[in-house]
């Protein structure tokens, strides 16, 4: 009989007969890898060698009615004090963003790409099992044995790191060194933008790793390929191979989102992108709307009139309980905006209550939670186009918008084609004195964002231009100029635009307002207005997948730090 364990992220009760076979299992590979050495602690003590602690990080991958118990062994170094002895760039592990996957699923529905016009092209997902433990290590360290691989002949031994190990500092960093040079070897070019990018130009094909996933985009020969290179080193399984062709699936889970391919009912493939309904049927519950009466709401901006801002001045802040649920709820919406354009803007307003919320923030929250009731189930589809020589950045702004602070927003959305790969919605850091002072902060920051989207089009193996678009004829006009004019007021630090426009490196492009998606992710705009533009970025209602019909809430539920400690010591305590 072995004693039942906790999850170390849910807190869930585990069967301990499963946790017992998660570590062998576990201790059967740090074997087969010869993870380490047994030497004896005095000799690694002579050495001046430190000796770091171990613990079990135990999950369930399952559910309640299929649990798959996962045993992870690491160490606990990422709290030791290695600041001295590890430099910056020691510890760095590049990760690729998320737009650089939108981009390599649009190529899925896009035509004449070059170098592989009138080809078929598939996206593979391989998964790299254990991938912290395939790289060699890089400095001399050990760990204390586990207990499940004491032997009596060992004495008192410890373990040298001949791999590196989850749990140390360096980890990810050498686990990055090592996929990069298998991928050099086999003539891939390894980004410099963003080093989690790689392009090969002799096999077509182009891709990012996230963690221990690789997704890869090219020819079925390539990608077949490409699999036998990763196989051929390290623990892989293809976990996805989506695509139009017969041998292909239609849908795939990508960073918790799920990905389809189709045909819509006027004939044009499309690849459709899910985010995580869970997160709206959360925030739903938490906010108590789930399931009632409440009406919902066709838009989800706010505006606050005179006797609202009144209001807020004498309001308390919320309890701590309250303040924790409106937090938790608020990182979720965050989260489901990265791929929810409609959102963005009202999240952004409901963020900045974050430190102190208040019952006035809680009803604002309320706003947009109602919309969800109507929209929950809305998507981001990338359709059919011809693959395009330039990328489209489309910048808006609202001077003194916040009607609290009286700054302005920035709001952009980035196109690859017709595709909208990027959108964002923030508060301008620097204060503009006018409306043209603001939209010219604006078109900086999608200058900006463009030129990194272009420099990452760049490491998959595309040379595009940039144009950045802005309905100021003010800011356009400043930002072809040089120098400050007459805007004296104007921070010198913006004026790289200027530099950037004289050098070609790219142009600004005239939009009407009426034709600018930025516009909703600026202000709270009308349901005609925002409808018209979710259907330029690409949002459609749509059918949930079966997939997410089967997924638990509690598996996204997070137990704060400690909880899970408490209740195992209360039902320890109960017998």
Not at 58 to 76: F, I, S
Not at 103 to 111: F, Q
Not at 319 to 335: E, G, P, Q
Request: glycine share 8%; charged share 30%; net charge positive.
């Amino acid at each position: 009989q072995w004693a039942d364990e906790f999850d170390n992220l849910t807190g869930a009760r585990l069967p301990g007969e499963l946790v017992h076979k998660g570590k062998m299992e576990e201790i059967g590979w740090v074997k087969k890898i010869k993870l380490y050495k047994k030497i004896s602690r005095a000799e690694a003590k002579q050495k001046g060698i430190a000796i770091v602690p171990i613990k079990w990080v135990v999950t369930d991958k399952g559910d309640a009615n299929k649990p798959k118990v996962r045993c992870r062994l690491v160490g606990k170094e990422l709290r030791a004090k290695t600041k001295g002895t590890l430099l910056a760039h020691e510890l760095f592990s590049a990760m690729p963003p998320w737009e650089s996957f939108k981009v390599l699923l649009g190529l899925l529905v896009s035509d004449d790409v070059p170098g592989l016009e009138g080809e078929e092209l598939e996206m593979a997902i391989f998964d790299i099992s254990r991938a912290h433990f395939m790289a060699p290590m890089d400095r001399v360290a050990c760990i204390e044995l586990p207990e499940e691989d004491k032997l009596p002949e060992d004495g008192d031994a410890v373990g040298l790191l001949l791999r590196s190990m989850y749990g140390f500092r360096t980890a990810s960093a050498n686990w990055m060194r090592d996929w990069q040079a298998t991928l050099e070897q086999a003539g891939y070019k390894v980004g410099i933008a963003n080093p989690a990018l790689f392009y090969n130009a002799k096999e077509r094909c182009r891709g990012g790793v996230h963690g221990d996933d690789f997704v890869v985009v090219g020819t079925r020969q390539a990608l077949d390929q490409m699999g036998k290179t990763l196989s051929g080193k390290y623990s892989m399984r293809e976990s996805h191979r989506l695509g139009f062709g017969d041998h292909c699936e239609r849908h795939a889970e990508l960073l918790n989102r799920i990905v389809s391919v189709g045909t819509d009912s006027e004939g044009r493939r499309y690849v459709r992108i899910e985010p995580d309904i869970r997160h709206a049927e959360l925030v739903l519950r938490d906010l108590g709307l789930e399931g009632s009466k409440t009406k919902p709401l066709s838009t989800p901006g706010f505006k606050l009139d005179e006797k609202e801002l009144a209001l807020r001045e004498k309001e308390e802040q919320l309890d701590a309980t309250d303040a924790t649920k409106f937090r938790s709820c608020v990182m979720r919406l965050s989260y489901l905006a990265l791929d929810r354009a409609d959102v963005g803007e009202p999240v952004k307003c409901v963020a900045r209550s974050m430190s102190k919320p208040t019952s006035g923030s809680l009803r604002d929250l309320k706003k947009v939670a109602r919309y969800l009731l109507s929209t929950k189930h809305m998507a981001l589809h990338l359709f059919r186009q011809s693959f395009p020589s330039s990328i489209s950045t489309y910048v808006d702004s609202d001077f003194a918008g916040c009607r609290l602070s009286r700054r302005s927003t920035t709001g952009m959305v980035q196109m690859v084609g017709e595709h909208a790969v990027k959108h964002t919605s923030n508060l301008q850091g620097a204060t503009g004195l006018n409306v043209s002072e603001c939209e010219y902060y604006a078109l900086t920051h999608g200058a900006a964002h463009g030129l990194g989207l272009k420099a990452y089009m760049s490491d998959l193996g595309f040379e595009m231009s940039l144009k950045v678009y802005s309905d100021s004829s003010a800011a356009r006009a400043f930002a072809s100029r040089r120098g400050l004019g007459r805007q004296r007021h104007v921070q010198t630090r913006y004026l790289w635009l200027q530099e950037r426009v004289a050098g070609a490196h790219l142009s600004v492009q005239t939009v009407r307002t009426a034709q600018n998606p930025a516009d909703i992710l600026t202000k709270a705009t009308g349901r005609e207005t925002l409808e018209r533009h979710r259907k330029t970025i690409g949002l459609r209602h749509v059918e949930v997948h079966s997939s997410q019909k089967e997924l638990r809430l509690e598996s996204l539920e997070f137990v704060p730090a400690g909880q899970h400690h408490r209740q195992r010591d209360h039902e320890i305590q109960d017998g």
